[in-house]
């Protein structure tokens, strides 16, 4: 997906946010913002915002001197995710149809999220997993179970840490055994990395590689080349996020992309309203379809 | 008021929103946003927000060739408060305070401003009129009365087109005689310039000056000698929305200020609430007070 003029408000607000999260310097603030302004005048709009998203980032890092601002609220939601573990692994398995059950819960998880709104609180979390199970699911559950029921060799790429612990539910319904997931390679806003894997219990369940970048999302040309392998050989990829689903809805993949819309770019992009929980299928590399179930 | 860090991202959605109301040419609006990025990335922040609109959008009349891109939004709104008027005024002569009553219409007219929102509706407006006389009133009206008691010449500055028409009755009320009204100098957003208190029906009641300047406040620098004569002769003046009050809240003038509020930054600042109906006395230059009536 391109960048959008709307994104560009929005990557300034974002960098605010950032800013004040890697640092009290209010001139160290000021010199972050005015970086990315003139970055922002230069930047590429055919490159997906996740692109120009690693590039603040890298800039906020380089000049704060903090190389993960984002490490105790990472750490917060793993601990609140975990917390709500025990009582949402019974729900799913006392629902009539787990696996859409758990599709729900990580779709939910991905509300954890400090890009699209930089101060996502705990309530924000539980409020949106209480709804979950009742609130509409916009995409094909019955394309995504046919799918699941077909692959033998699934790359499940997740979001952000918290809802990596929502992840770990989906990955133990679809049979941890077929299932590699993958992290981002660095820290980068409150994007899952490998220690977070660890936190949720993933590593220990399956095998997580990292895919050597530092997007907030799948730049393929910034990807390692031992993730290029999974990517390319799994029969089913199933990508967390708005920055995955960004990075990656035009690659004639097959994908399956879950999702809390969270801007109004990706309700237009995904046909969904703002606050939907979506499975959009990819459809290697056609145009996304949805429908309401 | 200087310019706060919160004030530069929504400087970049203000100007997507005016370039969008300025051209369809999305190649137009692209240049427009880089341009404004580029000049945000070097902007003086110790400037008022007002200075970097008046730079904002005398860029976009440039780069657009549309020197009133506002134009059919200022006379729909004009014409939606002028259809109001009749009703509002009998309102007003019916009130047992009506001197507050067009204070409080007079601010609730204020929510007609496409700066802090870029899709103001017609119903935004009526729904703001509705509830202007049970809403609080966040400042001292005993001392807006005293000095209004006082005062034999006042000078009202005008904020937005539509909004001007809610004016007027605050002016009939002061007495039109003793009052100076001025507009901006030409169009800027939808400030009111010359031609909306034509509509208004304000220059057929008072003198209306100009001030002489393109800026979204009153940049005293930038405004006309014989403004600078008004201003500075008048024994009261009473400044309405954001704009003015963003860049007159440190003179040393015996000032009251009458707006609601639209933003955070103006909400800390004013210590009142967004969607506030605000009187707040400038205090002859020492730091504003308010209080709740």
Redesign the interface.
């Known amino acids: 997906m391109k960048t959008y003029?709307?994104c560009?408000?929005?990557f300034?607000?974002q960098t605010?946010d950032a800013?004040r999260m890697s640092t009290d310097d209010?001139t160290v603030?000021?010199r972050i913002?005015?970086?990315v302004?003139?970055l922002?005048?230069?930047m590429r709009?055919s490159d997906s915002p996740p692109a120009m998203a690693k590039q603040i980032h890298a800039r906020l890092r380089e000049l704060t001197g903090n190389t993960d601002p984002y490490a105790t609220v990472k750490k917060r939601f793993n601990r609140l995710a975990l917390e709500m573990l025990p009582e949402l692994r019974d729900k799913i398995a006392n629902d009539t149809d787990p696996l859409q059950a758990a599709v729900r819960l990580s779709i939910a998880g991905n509300i954890i999220d400090f890009g699209p709104k930089g101060n996502t609180t705990e309530q924000d979390a539980r409020d949106t997993i209480a709804h979950a199970l009742d609130a509409p699911l916009h995409g094909d559950m019955d394309a995504f179970r046919r799918a699941t029921d077909e692959a033998e060799d699934i790359l499940y790429l997740c979001d952000n840490a918290g809802e990596i612990v929502f992840d770990r539910l989906l990955v133990e319904q679809l049979g941890a055994a077929r299932v590699t997931v993958a992290v981002r390679g660095a820290p980068v806003i409150n994007d899952a990395s490998m220690e977070d894997a660890q936190a949720a219990g993933l590593t220990a369940l399956t095998k997580v590689i990292s895919n050597g970048s530092d997007a907030p999302g799948t730049l393929l040309d910034d990807c390692s080349e031992a993730f290029h392998q999974h990517f390319h050989t799994a029969d089913l990829i199933i990508a967390k996020g708005q920055g995955n689903f960004e990075t990656l809805s035009e690659e004639p993949a097959n994908v399956f992309f879950l999702f809390k819309v969270k801007c109004p770019v990706i309700a237009a992009h995904a046909h969904a309203p703002l606050g939907a929980q979506v499975l959009l299928q990819g459809h290697r590399g056609l145009s996304p379809k949805v429908t309401l179930v």
Chains 1, 2 share one sequence.
Do not use: K, T
């Open positions: 003029f709307d560009i408000p929005c300034v607000r605010l800013a209010p603030q000021e913002l005015r970086d302004l003139r922002a005048s230069e709009l």
